[in-house]
């Protein structure tokens, strides 16, 4: 069954470094999300993408946050100076169609800034 | 801003009792979609309601979507050790579908 991946499962990174977090949606989806969650919180939107652009992003995607789809199968979540309150578990989804509104999520990457 | 809130936060079950987690919305939605969350893993779509009044049934699990389309159930009959987990609903964000607004979750702990 296919299946959203996502690399690394865990980075450590200090505060002020810039991370790279991938994933590689499941090959014939169109949109793609990132979400992030707090150790034992809840489900945090962060952006949603489509046609290689961004078409929605909550509150906490602020200018430290970008995204790419550098070529067609990777989607990319760039920090760029991170902060003590950006360690999470980053999960990438993606779903087929906007119609199609369920979403498949990769395993996560956990993010720990020190 | 738009809202989802389930309850309760946490339930502990006896193996072979029935769970029931609620979750209501600020405002009206287009669909609600549930997601399971074992402990170390991530997030599962379960199902998704559209219709007002639908209810869907998985096995030993029924969901609701409420008439007004602002709430909905999970029940779970006669739970299993498999059960545990954090249930999670989710619903659209206002206006679109791009982006979705998660309710806080409820764990679920299951005693054998």
């Known amino acids: 069954e296919p299946e959203v991946t996502q690399t690394p499962s865990h980075q450590v990174t200090q505060m002020g470094q810039e991370v790279i977090l991938r994933c590689v949606p499941i090959?014939?989806?169109?949109?793609f999300y990132w979400y992030r969650q707090i150790l034992g919180q809840k489900v945090e939107f962060l952006v949603s993408?489509?046609?290689?652009?961004?078409?929605?992003k909550s509150e906490i995607f602020d200018d430290q946050f970008s995204v790419e789809r550098p070529d067609g199968s990777n989607f990319t979540l760039k920090i760029r100076s991170t902060k003590l309150e950006d360690s999470a578990m980053y999960f990438c989804?993606?779903?087929?169609?906007?119609?199609?509104?369920?979403?498949?999520f990769g395993p996560g990457t956990r993010l720990t800034v020190t | 801003g738009q809202q989802v809130m389930q309850i309760p936060q946490y339930q502990h079950v006896q193996e072979g009792e029935d769970f029931t987690t609620y979750c209501n919305s600020s405002?009206?939605?287009?669909?609600i979609q549930w997601y399971k969350q074992r402990p170390g893993g991530h997030p599962v779509f379960l199902i998704q309601?559209?219709?007002s009044g639908e209810v869907k049934k998985q096995k030993r699990l029924t969901f609701q979507f409420g008439e007004a389309k602002k709430n909905s159930s999970l029940h779970i009959t006669a739970t299993q050790t498999t059960d545990v987990g954090t249930y999670f609903c989710?619903?659209?964000?206002?206006?679109?579908?791009?982006?979705?607004?998660w309710g806080l979750g409820t764990s679920l702990a299951v005693n054998p």
């Open positions: 989804a993606s779903s087929a169609t906007l119609l199609a509104r369920e979403q498949y």
């Open positions: 090959s014939n989806h169109l949109y």
């Open positions: 993408f489509y046609n290689n652009e961004i078409s929605e």
């Open positions: 405002t009206t939605l287009s669909n």
């Open positions: 309601l559209v219709k």
């Open positions: 989710a619903g659209p964000g206002a206006g679109n579908n791009r982006k979705l607004i």
